[in-house]
């Protein structure tokens, strides 16, 4: 891959980051609400709401108030908070550790759990084995992660009392939270790969390879799932994106300070600012994981070439 094409696909995500933070922006305005009074009460004077409101440039016309915010967004200031004037861009790089370690751990598991039950799928296609993996990712795919989440608290936090059930208190209360992730996407891993698996089995190189004398072993890890794991790259990196993102309802069930808290908080308060601020880090985190993602095809598949 050619740093010309790397640089060609960062040019051309400008203007999708610039669509999402327009959209945004017209959505959080269009929203029900003035955060002034939020700020200031709802019995304040009209005085009160009318001075603070050209204090934070609210009276200002649409395009100008986008228009400041991309100019400082580029020079890495996402502005203050409307709620509690602090600097956003430091609120995103406080949490953002939190969200990343929960991301990775979930990612791990992802890979560990959908991996192992779709291989061991493939190779035991329409056995008991094979019937039993897919009934669990069939299962795993349906269930809404908060109910997994509440089950999850209910078992290992109070019936067990082995993990915290909300709140961040080190390495242990990322677990619970890990685990439900992983074993939701996990399960559309294994899935993918029963199927890509099963599809490059089938390949004539893989019947040349067994008709060869190789072990099973040799010819399943270095023929079959080195071209069965491009479409399993590209969901596992559509995931990781979207955990950086904050998977907002399970940092929400969990009560874990991510940055989907901002979000959340910054939605209710109509914080513009904070939300704005926030889903540019999303896209951000999307773009970059999309162009990690055609890095990683280039390196197993050599034939893959980008013009």
């Known amino acids: 891959m050619s740093y010309t094409y790397i640089i060609r696909r960062i040019l051309a995500t400008i ?16 929203i029900p609400g003035d955060p002034v009074r939020l700020i200031v009460g709802e019995f304040a004077p009209q005085e009160t709401v009318d001075a603070i409101t050209r204090q934070l440039g609210l009276d200002r016309p649409l395009h100008v108030q986008f ?5 400082n967004a580029v020079r890495g200031d996402l502005g203050r908070s409307l709620i509690t004037n602090r600097d956003i861009t430091q609120e995103i790089v406080n949490r953002f550790p ?11 598991l992802q890979i560990i759990i959908g991996l192992g039950l779709g291989i061991m799928a493939a190779l035991n296609h329409r056995k008991i084995l094979d019937n039993v993996a897919m009934i669990g990712a069939l299962l795993g795919v349906s269930m809404p992660s908060f109910w997994l989440a509440l ?19 080190g390495f242990k209360s990322l677990i619970l939270p890990a685990v439900t992730l992983g074993l939701l996407t996990g399960a559309r891993i294994a899935r993918m790969t ?5 599809e490059v089995l089938n390949q004539d190189f893989v019947r040349t390879a067994r008709a060869k004398g190789l072990k099973e072993r040799i010819v399943i890890y270095k023929h079959v799932l080195k071209n069965a794991l491009i479409p399993i790259v590209t969901l596992v990196g559509m995931s990781f994106g979207s955990l950086l993102g904050g998977a907002i309802i399970t940092e929400t069930v969990f009560a874990l300070p991510g940055i989907a808290q901002l979000a959340i908080n910054g939605i209710n308060r109509r914080d513009f600012p904070m939300v704005q601020g926030v889903v540019l880090v999303i896209a951000v985190s999307f773009t970059l994981c999309n162009l990690l993602v055609d890095v990683v095809y280039s390196v197993l598949d050599p034939r893959i070439r980008y013009e």
């Not at 228009?67 to 100019?71: K, M």
């Not at 029963?194 to 099963?198: A, E, F, G, P, Y």
């Open 151 to 169: 089950l999850l608290m209910l078992v290992f936090g109070v019936g067990l009392k082995w993990l915290p059930i909300s709140g961040y208190f």
């Open 15 to 30: 203007p999708v980051l610039l669509g999402v933070s327009l959209l945004v922006f017209l959505m959080l305005h269009a």
């Open 67 to 71: 228009f400041n915010f991309l100019s």
């Open 194 to 198: 029963r199927s890509s698996v099963l």
């Open 98 to 108: 939190l969200t990343f370690k929960i991301a990775v751990l979930a990612v791990l």
